[in-house]
């Protein structure tokens, strides 16, 4: 089945960037567009932004203030999210899950499936 | 900046109906999307666009938006029904999600 398989866990001093990997197998991965969200330990979900996999555009939550970098490799059928500037408020799970249909209006769709979650600690 | 907001928790007995509401301002303008995270887990897509359900979601799940108010309806609840449920919906090209609903089936 459809599947988003994340990189592994990562511990990181403050200040330091973080690159978490997304590898997409069994759809068109240049077909959908790929939102990153995360969830601080006993908190909500936090959307970041997304990333049209097809043509590289982006679009990220204002809550980041350009901290956030959304990339990916179509050859590789993987995305990547790249934080900077950590914090230990930046301890979270990190997730990325597949979005619209690039062909129809993003509107109609949600985040129908999702990666594993990758564990980040920010601890000095 | 555009807010979803759905009560903390909401608990149910066994076989009844678990209803849990997701508020924003014209919220019956936009699809609305359910997602059910079980402690651990990543979380799971259980309704789209409002009232569509998932081929491998349990029929029992259901969804309506109308007004200011979508609601996630649970009829027939079950112990496997536990987790916390998010609402999400679109602000133009961003993605918003609501605080959170712990479901305890109790």
């Known amino acids: 089945q459809v599947q988003l398989v994340q990189s592994g866990a990562e511990v990181k001093k403050p200040g330091a960037s973080v690159r978490v990997a997304c590898k997409a197998s069994?759809?068109?991965?240049?077909?959908?567009?790929i939102h990153w969200v995360r969830q601080a330990p006993g908190q909500w979900l936090e959307w970041m932004g997304w990333i049209n996999a097809g043509n590289g555009n982006t679009k990220y939550s204002q809550n980041f203030k350009g901290r956030v970098t959304l990339s990916r490799d179509t050859s590789a059928g993987a995305a990547y999210m790249e934080l900077s500037g950590l914090v230990s408020e930046d301890t979270a799970v990190y997730y990325c899950?597949?979005?619209?249909?690039?062909?129809?209006?993003?509107?109609?769709?949600?985040?129908?499936?999702w990666g594993q979650g990758t564990t980040v600690i920010v601890s000095s | 900046s555009y807010e979803l907001t759905q009560p903390p928790s909401v608990s149910v007995s066994p076989g009844q109906t678990a209803s849990i509401t997701c508020s924003g301002d014209r919220l019956g303008d936009k699809y609305v999307f359910w997602y059910q995270q079980r402690p651990g887990q990543s979380p799971v897509l259980v309704i789209y666009?409002?009232?569509k359900r998932p081929s491998e979601i349990p029929e029992r799940f259901s969804g309506s938006n109308s007004g200011n108010t979508a609601t996630l309806t649970i009829s027939g609840t079950q112990a496997m029904d536990e987790a916390e449920y998010y609402c999400?919906?679109?602000?133009?090209?961003?993605?918003?999600f609501g605080g959170g609903t712990n479901l305890t089936v109790l």
């Open positions: 899950a597949r979005g619209w249909d690039l062909k129809r209006n993003y509107y109609y769709y949600g985040m129908d499936v």
């Open positions: 069994r759809y068109t991965f240049t077909n959908y567009a």
């Open positions: 999400q919906a679109w602000d133009s090209s961003l993605i918003i």
């Open positions: 666009q409002g009232s």
